[in-house]
């Protein structure tokens, strides 16, 4: 199947918002067998539209198109594919009274604009829109698809995941596509594409790479008759990848290094401290974004001056023998952590993260620090990058250890 | 002038990568006077990609094409505008001299595949790029213009800001535009949009409002044939909309409120120190992105327990009576970090992130302190949405009502 995605709405044309809905969906559709061949923005212009719609409907088996599906005058999707398939657009009864219903939930009068996102026409079926008032709709005839979902991505997606992929996936039929990703941190993608050379060439399981800011993931995509086959595929392939990159290998699919680390340290029920000094509260904040992590983060101390320094603990002395960026100040920080703040384990971190070289430390110099109460321990890591991106990599790399040490 | 945008690449068919070129390419053609039609988007398929090619050839008089002029087999932009024009490639002598030069400077050796890069076409006119082996493209015949740049943004974002955005301005000669953003921060887009409505619909200059994490953005573009005039018309209006959005503005065109803070405090002499809760060391994050902050940003304590609240002086009994997320305990957070680290200025943030409400207080319910030895003083604010979003509009705040009182 050939499939073509259509962006719709001038914003898009005017560089004021990315088009992040092609990607998303772009990514959707190879785990369906389906081939993009093309994506297509278009602005709020009907007679464009419709071009653009009629070149799709002649060239693609399924058609998905987003935006263009509000209330307002500009809003003209709707119209423009009633006038690609000469239909016409009438208010659909039940619709409204949803919407009139939606509005008294929230205690608002109903703007008469909203009645036009009840059009619809004879050949679509309408998909509903849990998140909003525009409705989807589906469209199947002379063996071709044509999908319309909202803009807002927290409209699409849902509307995606609930309504849109399991229909395409039944319309598709026989074959089962399942994929896995496995994420790994501390090698190069370079490296890491060396190292399974010979497992991304082959056809099923077929095999990617991506680099992230969390490091290099692999994805592992199977195709066979039945679930049990694509599952077995996938198994028999991430046992081969594990044996090579073995450690490196912290999660995979939803996993983030800060989850895990939390699920971890819940689990072992020890709590954690932190003190960071040119990574200036990331990695605290990085470690707070888990929902409930107040369970067992302590807090955390963010050392950005030498009276700051002196004033959590550190030894002056020390720091003027090693420095700031130095294992041995990595590993003091931690203990100072653990220390001042009473938690189990103690997390130390400092980076040189420009705009100059501190100490000497050449940008991206990072050392971690660990103090569990029975160990001292440190790492020291090297990262290419600019500020920010050498204060993401130093979290990375602290999360990366810490883990390693929990398990 | 009519304009369309091509990114070339499988990698974006699969949502492998997101395309965002064809974002900020088509965020710089207003200012240029040219309205952008369309953006398509190909894989790495020449008859798909001639095809494509040939149709923006008929519709539009501008088409810049991103994508596809790497060294491997699969970078086929040149190849295929080659066929558009049925001209014949032949080799640089000078770009092959120019390569062979670049990897001697690296002291590698030239893989032979990056010979096809120095590829050109009669009508082409090479353009440099600085940052990569792959040169850009200038063709112009039959009244229209095709640019081919390269894919990766950094190449391509010099490239055009060197070379191809200068050409295109003496291209379309006469006219200036120019343009500047104002950010206000406490008003929503629709509150905003209400109060300078009658110069939303106004034709010269124009204005534009965009809801970003740091507050909604104004951007006013006028054109005019002198850039006095363009200046004067912008200068003109921005008096219009300052003195109804008045303090809401906080900066324009590229400041950041950490920027606008960390200048202002350098300015003073003054030095800050932070505590935050349950924004868990994003503000001390933000603060110290930075480069420089170090000069006067003492350090950050983050409280997320009752015993470092407690270690770091806050008074048991008055979190008990008011709660931790309350305008005495932020005040008492800013006089703590003040005294605690020896700063000038202390900050206190605490807030209701979720995932429940805490205390009583719902998710969205943020209070700033702020302590510059003087004064003790606090802020309420209240913003929906989901923990990071709540975290992120919570460090705003602090970072604006910092603002007000440094002026």
């Known amino acids: 199947m050939k499939a073509e995605i259509i962006s719709i709405g001038t914003e898009l044309l005017l560089g004021e918002i990315a088009d992040t809905n092609s990607a998303y969906l772009a990514s959707q559709l190879p785990s369906l067998g389906i081939d993009l061949h093309f994506i297509s923005t278009v602005g709020d212009n009907q007679q464009r539209l419709v071009g653009t719609l009629q070149q799709a409907w002649q060239r693609s088996d399924v058609i998905i198109?987003?935006?263009?599906?509000g209330p307002t005058q500009d809003d003209i999707t709707r119209e423009a594919i009633a006038e690609l398939f000469h239909e016409e657009i009438t208010i659909d009864p039940d619709l409204v009274k949803k919407f009139e219903d939606l509005f008294k939930h929230y205690k608002i009068d109903m703007p008469r604009s909203n009645i036009k996102q009840a059009g619809v026409i004879p050949s679509a079926q309408i998909i509903p829109n849990p998140r909003g008032t525009a409705p989807g709709w589906w469209i199947e005839r002379d063996n071709r698809i044509l999908i319309t979902m909202p803009g807002p991505p927290r409209e699409m997606q849902l509307m995606w995941a609930n309504e849109l992929l399991p229909k395409l996936?039944?319309?598709m039929g026989g074959t089962v596509i399942l994929s896995k990703t496995l994420k790994t941190f501390g090698l190069t993608e370079a490296r890491v594409d060396e190292s399974v050379s010979p497992f991304l060439s082959a056809a099923n399981p077929t095999l990617a790479t991506y680099a992230k800011v969390d490091?290099?993931?692999l994805r592992i995509?199977?195709?066979?008759?039945?679930?049990k086959e694509a599952q077995r595929l996938i198994a028999q392939r991430e046992v081969d990848i594990r044996a090579i990159l073995d450690d490196h290998i912290w999660g995979a699919d939803f996993d983030t290094l800060e989850s895990i680390v939390g699920a971890s340290l819940t689990a072992k029920g020890l709590t954690l401290a932190s003190m960071e000094s040119y990574t200036g509260g990331l990695l605290a904040n990085i470690i707070t974004n888990v929902a409930g992590s107040s369970s067992y983060f302590k807090g955390g101390l963010v050392a950005y001056s030498d009276e700051t320094r002196a004033g959590f603990g550190l030894d002056a002395q020390l720091i003027s023998r090693h420095g700031t960026i130095s294992a041995e100040i990595a590993e003091a920080m931690a203990t100072a952590a653990r220390e001042k703040l009473g938690a189990a384990i103690g997390l130390g971190l400092t980076a040189a993260t420009g705009p100059t070289e501190v100490e000497g430390k050449p940008i991206g110099t990072i050392f971690v620090g660990i103090d569990d109460g029975q160990r001292r321990q440190s790492f020291a890591r090297n990262y290419p990058g600019n500020r920010l991106q050498v204060k993401q990599r130093a979290v990375t790399s602290a999360l990366f250890e810490l883990r390693r040490i929990l398990l």
Request: charged share 10%.
């Open 221 to 227: 995509t199977s195709k066979a008759q039945t679930t």
């Open 65 to 69: 198109a987003t935006g263009g599906l």
């Open 215 to 217: 490091g290099i993931h």
């Open 169 to 171: 996936q039944q319309r």
